[in-house]
């Protein structure tokens, strides 16, 4: 039988999730969505693009979140946007909600698959859809490594001149304010970043690194980022589908590792078939270290206060 994924929210990044995946060829896609008409309606001009695009895979859209029944991996990008003013507590009380409720319809449908979380704030949202789940941790993963990571080398390479895809570095922590990109782990080709950049410059790359959502948002006027994060989950994604064993940022249940345990917090990960076959416990500065401890903390009391 061939592979499917279900992605639930018929948004900007859950309808260019859906579309990167069969572009790919990873799989059959259901694109669901609360909103009659909403996802049948894109699915079918997605399918539309099939003979110009050139791909086979089936993309289908839903209301009934039954479907999901049999997916390999669920995608979740449904859920309010955070507003000006809003905390990140009252964007996780309205968001849990929707979360709780569908994860609970997913591990009827889908006991077997793999969660990955996009829905903010996204490591509590993966730690709460693994609590209600009661899926192994292995398989309940949040995304906000890869696209920190990928803002991180996009900017890095501006300031440098190079291509991004010779920097090697990694965003580690929340996906949010207290993210922690680990510039001792930072190198072009292998140069570290210090022999190459003024700590100044760099400390402000790192500060447009933590609000590279915002500065989206506030172009945009309306709406938030699609492009780099569907990348990002579609990048997930194919790694467990193909079981190509990538290393990634991603958020992971950490029983631990680094002094911090019972709580979803990005980390280096190993993604195959399995979902997350490794953490890596990489070596830290005491900075960074003492950083990634804050946003798991930061995390761990946001989740606390959901009361869900």
């Known amino acids: 039988m061939g592979k499917k994924v279900s992605v639930i929210g018929a948004g900007f990044v859950g309808t260019m999730t859906a579309q990167r995946i069969v572009e790919k060829n990873l799989a059959d896609v259901v694109l669901l969505d609360i909103v009659e008409g909403l996802p049948q309606g894109k699915a079918l001009d997605i399918m539309q693009s099939a003979p110009v695009e050139g791909f086979d895979m089936k993309i289908t859209g839903s209301n009934n979140f039954a479907e999901t029944k049999d997916s390999d991996i669920v995608v979740f990008t449904a859920g309010f946007p955070r507003t000006p003013g809003m905390s990140r507590d009252e964007l996780a009380v309205k968001n849990g909600g929707i979360v709780k409720s569908v994860v609970e319809t997913v591990a009827r449908h889908a006991s077997a698959s793999i969660i990955i979380m996009v829905t903010n704030p996204l490591d509590v949202m993966t730690h709460l859809a693994w609590r209600t789940s009661g899926f192994p941790p292995h398989r309940v993963i949040g995304m906000g490594g890869v696209l920190d990571t990928a803002r991180y080398r996009t900017f ?47 400390d402000a790359i790192i500060e447009r690194t933590k609000n590279g959502g915002a500065e989206i948002v506030n172009l945009l006027k309306s709406g938030s980022a699609w492009h780099a994060p569907s990348s990002s989950v579609v990048s997930m994604v194919e790694a467990i589908l193909r079981d190509s064993k990538r290393v990634l940022s991603a958020s992971a249940y950490l029983t631990g590792q ?38 798991a903390e930061a995390v761990r009391e946001t989740f606390e206060n959901l009361r869900i």
């Open 156 to 202: 890095l390479a501006e300031e440098l001149n190079v291509s991004a895809r010779d920097i090697e570095t990694m965003v580690l922590g929340s996906h949010g304010d207290t993210m922690v990109p680990v510039d001792t782990h930072t190198t072009l080709k292998g140069i570290p970043i210090s022999r190459l950049m003024e700590k100044e410059r760099l």
């Open 258 to 295: 680094y002094g911090i345990e019972d709580v979803h917090i990005g980390v280096p990960v190993k993604l195959g078939s399995a979902g997350i076959e490794t953490i890596y416990e990489i070596a830290l500065s005491s900075e960074e270290l003492k950083g990634l401890k804050r946003s």
